[in-house]
């Protein structure tokens, strides 16, 4: 339910007049592997998606400019931890290499990862059954819970740029399964029907983690105030409200993994 005008009120001046006067420009990065729903790009671009949608919530509730950087996935930490950008969002520590290197806001919503495949091919449930598997993966991201399958060379990580490139290889029987953003695969499938009726997504969860931004130590704000940002669009309604619009539900699975 939203907050009256009255308790939205209360909450901004809970949060005192820093939250809303930081002013200036608020660089915010955007991996250039991010496909839609969570960033949308025009041109070479940034021109919509949950990303954009996000960042300029959290600008305006601080009342700050943003302005959006388009960052090469391999560069992604790098360019926070060096300043280039004050934040990035879409991220949790677990996708970094060096996260104590940065500064971590609070969670805004759910990343859940499973495995897509073609319809033909039995249910994954358990990790036993990965074996032999031709994976699909985004080129320069992490997946702890199967490194080591990779490393033992019990099934073979084939990377991709994004995912749709890892989709195409499934649909060409490249690969066996591919590694899926259950939030960018429903955009991708009501985007090609066709291609998605002859896919399935498995019961196996491969990651169910919070997202949240990843923040620079020479970010132009303090991490307070961010957080706090994000606890005023909670509050107020309006991250839950945006979250609607792209199809999302903002509760994750409490399913272990396998």
């Not at 520590?93 to 495949?117: G, T, V």
């Not at 307070?224 to 999302?248: E, F």
């Amino acid at each position: 339910m939203l907050m009256s005008s009255k308790n939205i009120l209360a909450v901004i001046a809970l949060f005192s007049s820093a939250t809303v006067s930081a002013g200036g420009v608020m660089h915010i990065g955007v991996a250039d592997s991010d496909g839609p729903p969570i960033a949308e790009f025009t041109s070479g671009r940034l021109s919509g998606g949950l990303s954009y949608d996000i960042g300029r919530a959290l600008a305006r509730a601080m009342q700050m400019e943003p302005d959006f950087v388009i960052v090469s996935r391999k560069r992604v930490e790098s360019t926070v931890e060096s300043g280039r950008v004050d934040l990035i969002c879409n991220a949790n520590p677990a996708w970094f290499a060096n996260p104590e290197k940065l500064l971590w806001s609070r969670e805004i919503y759910p990343q859940i990862e499973r495995f897509a495949s073609l319809k033909a091919l039995p249910d994954i449930r358990e990790r036993s059954e990965l074996a032999g598997k031709r994976i699909g993966a985004i080129r320069g991201y992490s997946y702890p819970t199967l490194d080591y399958l990779w490393a033992q060379g019990s099934s073979h990580r084939t990377d991709e740029n994004n995912q749709e490139l890892e989709l195409k290889g499934v649909l060409k029987s490249v690969t066996d399964l591919a590694i899926v953003s259950e939030l960018e695969f429903s955009h991708w499938a009501r985007t090609n029907p066709s291609e998605a009726r002859r896919l399935k997504l498995h019961p196996m969860i491969v990651t169910a983690l919070p997202t949240m931004c990843a923040v620079s130590p020479a970010a132009s704000f303090p991490l307070i105030q961010l957080d706090q940002a994000i606890v005023l669009l909670q509050k107020s309604g309006q991250l839950k409200t945006l979250l609607k619009t792209y199809q999302w539900t903002t509760k994750a699975p409490t399913a272990p993994l396998p």
